[in-house]
Structures are given as structure tokens and as C-alpha cells.
């Protein structure tokens, strides 16, 4: 069972490329997230999925857009790279409707020189 | 969504029980209480979740007290392996946007 799987697991790109980082689960959760986590810091959402269809933005999503391609895939997209988002940035899904707790990916490293 | 406050730090010795508190005054009624455990380079694992009294698993415990406004990681005898960052989020299935982690608890043990 792989849980959330995200790709790639490490990037670097300049300043102003830009990106998609994929993410996929498979528990059949209607739910999906993206966090990304500065050194020393806790999570921050930066857009989720509610369902399937729907999404929405969390606490810091200027700069970042996302497709929800279907209800295992959630993408985060860069459309022009600074070096302010240099960060790791992690997926997530969950059931809630169920109230159950969200599970995580092992995050994509990304550095934007 | 409630703003969860943790101690930045804790130092234990292997074999001890650890206790992480975290507080959350403006949890709703509708709110649950879920503990991460995050470890460098990899993503927050769930550890535990629960709603009021006490939750208990194979590798922790949770109280809550009654009136919910804080709750209780309890870690028993710890070992060099459970030195990790541990999160506390009080969460409901609305309010997804303030859905923040804050800085969590970094737990040291030592032999």
C-alpha cells in the first residue's frame, strides 16, 4: 500500500522556471492538501481539495495554483519560480467526512537558486 | 479551526514516560485532536487522534480533559528512536484554510 506518493523528490530550478510537482494517493480519500515547511517551521497550507472538483486556497497561496486532475491526483504548479519558495513541500489526503486524520507523503525538496 | 500552543522543546532520557501538553482554548465542538510525529527529511506520521477523555494505542496515549481546551501526548518509555518533532492540530471538517501545524515540540532523547 503506498499511501501519497510525490514526485520528483528533489529539484532545483532558477529563478522564474517553472513546475509542476505531482501527487498521488491511493486510499481513496476525498480530500487532498499542499504544505510546504520552511527550516525550523511547522506546515503551512498553501491550497487543498475538499473533493473532488473543488479547490481552494489555504494560508499561503500566492504564487502557487493546483488542479485536482481527479480524486487520486492533486497537483501544486509553480508558474514562475522565486527563491522565497524554496521550501519542502508535502501532500496530503484525508477522509473527512469520517474525521479521519490526514496522511502524509514524504515531500519534494525544492530549491530555486 | 483552534490555534494550538506547544513547548518548543523537550529532553528526555530513555525508558522515561514523556508528556507533551498542548493548549487549544478556542477548539469547537466539533473538533478533533490529532498528534504527528515528524522526523527530518520525511513526512508528519499520524500517531494518534481523539475527541474527549482518554484515546489509547499501541504507541501512545491521549487525555482529554473535559473541558477540551488542552490535551496530553503521553509517550511511554521512550527510546532513542522516538526523537522527533510532534505536532498537535485540533481540526474540524470546516475552516480548511487556517488548517495550520505551528512550530510542534521537539523531543530529544538521550540515552
Known amino acids: 500500500n503506498a499511501g501519497v506518493t510525490q514526485t520528483p523528490k528533489f529539484q532545483v530550478l532558477k529563478t522564474g522556471q517553472s513546475m509542476t510537482l505531482q501527487c498521488a494517493q491511493d486510499?481513496?480519500?476525498?480530500?487532498m492538501y499542499w504544505y510546504r515547511q520552511d527550516p525550523g517551521m511547522g506546515l503551512r497550507l498553501i491550497y487543498y481539495?475538499?473533493?473532488?472538483?473543488?479547490?481552494d486556497k489555504g494560508e499561503v497561496p500566492n504564487g502557487y495554483n493546483v488542479s485536482r486532475l481527479n480524486k487520486r491526483e492533486f497537483s501544486l504548479r509553480l508558474e514562475s519560480a522565486a527563491p522565497s519558495q524554496t521550501s519542502v513541500y508535502f501532500c496530503?489526503?484525508?477522509?473527512?467526512?469520517?474525521?479521519?486524520?490526514?496522511?502524509f507523503g514524504d515531500g519534494t525538496r525544492l530549491s530555486i537558486l | 479551526l483552534a490555534k494550538t500552543t506547544q513547548p518548543i522543546s523537550m529532553d528526555s532520557y530513555e525508558g522515561q514516560e514523556v508528556n507533551i501538553t498542548c493548549s487549544h482554548n478556542?477548539?469547537?465542538?466539533?473538533?478533533?485532536i490529532t498528534w504527528y510525529q515528524q522526523f527530518p527529511s520525511q513526512g508528519p506520521r499520524f500517531i494518534i487522534q481523539?475527541?474527549?477523555t482518554k484515546v489509547t494505542n499501541e504507541v501512545a496515549s491521549l487525555f482529554i480533559p473535559a473541558d477540551r481546551k488542552s490535551s496530553t501526548l503521553s509517550l511511554p518509555r521512550v527510546s532513542l528512536s522516538d526523537t522527533a518533532v510532534y505536532y498537535c492540530?485540533?481540526?474540524?471538517?470546516?475552516?480548511?484554510?487556517?488548517?495550520?501545524f505551528g512550530t510542534g515540540t521537539r523531543l530529544l532523547v538521550s540515552p
Open positions: 496530503a489526503s484525508s477522509d473527512v467526512l469520517s474525521n479521519q486524520p490526514q496522511h
Open positions: 486510499m481513496n480519500h476525498n480530500s
Open positions: 481539495s475538499a473533493s473532488e472538483g473543488t479547490t
Open positions: 478556542n477548539i469547537a465542538t466539533n473538533d478533533y
Open positions: 481523539g475527541y474527549k
Open positions: 492540530l485540533a481540526w474540524g471538517n470546516t475552516g480548511f484554510q487556517k488548517l495550520v
